[in-house]
């Protein structure tokens, strides 16, 4: 089944079960290192955790991409289960183009609540929209790659098949000089 199947397949079974589904999204998307309420994660953990920087989860604080992170007595940040999903979200926003402001909106939006579910799905519509676009580019692109692989890949063949021909010959002729 392919990635476009199967996304078709959770959507038609999304639309079936109604306006109480759960959000698919909200699932934790891997396992979490430590159990929710023993979720105080430092800065330099959730940059092992997730391959950020510490100045990128920063920035996103301060852009309002994140919402407020919790900090401890001394002042550091502590992040939670939640916030580590969060920022799961965010990577796969990242990966489909999505530009920084739509994101920051996005997170406005999931701030401001549930009468906000249109918007945000008209925001992640277009977005799957343009994920749609750059696919069929991509195919297009691995089409034309696979067409120079095989040509090189037969004219490899044709090439070492002359040498093997011409190898040949010159031996059989070489064979020929020496029985004379």
Not at 31 to 45: A, F, L, N, W
Not at 54 to 61: F, K, S
Not at 90 to 116: I, Q, S
Request: hydrophobic letters at 30%; proline letters at 3%.
């Amino acid at each position: 089944m392919t990635v476009m199947q199967t996304t078709a397949a959770a959507t038609e079974k999304a639309h079936e079960e109604g306006p109480n589904r759960t959000d698919l999204c909200s699932a934790p998307p891997r396992r979490h290192p430590r159990p929710d309420g023993q979720d105080r994660y430092t800065i330099s953990e959730v940059v092992a955790f997730t391959g950020l920087s510490a100045h990128t989860l920063r920035w996103y604080e301060r852009i309002g991409l994140m919402s407020h992170i919790d900090r401890s007595h001394t002042g550091q940040r502590r992040y939670t289960n939640r916030d580590l999903d969060w920022l799961d979200l965010v990577g796969k926003l990242r990966l489909t183009g999505m530009p920084v402001a739509d994101m920051v909106r996005y997170a406005e939006l999931v701030r401001a609540g549930d009468g906000t579910f249109a918007e945000r799905r008209e925001l992640l519509e277009t977005t799957r929209q343009d994920v749609l676009e750059r696919i069929a580019e991509l195919q297009d692109t691995l089409a034309v790659l696979d067409r120079k692989i095989s040509f090189y890949a037969d004219a490899g063949r044709a090439h070492a098949s002359h040498e093997t021909s011409h190898q040949t010959s010159h031996e059989a002729s070489q064979e020929g000089e020496r029985t004379r």
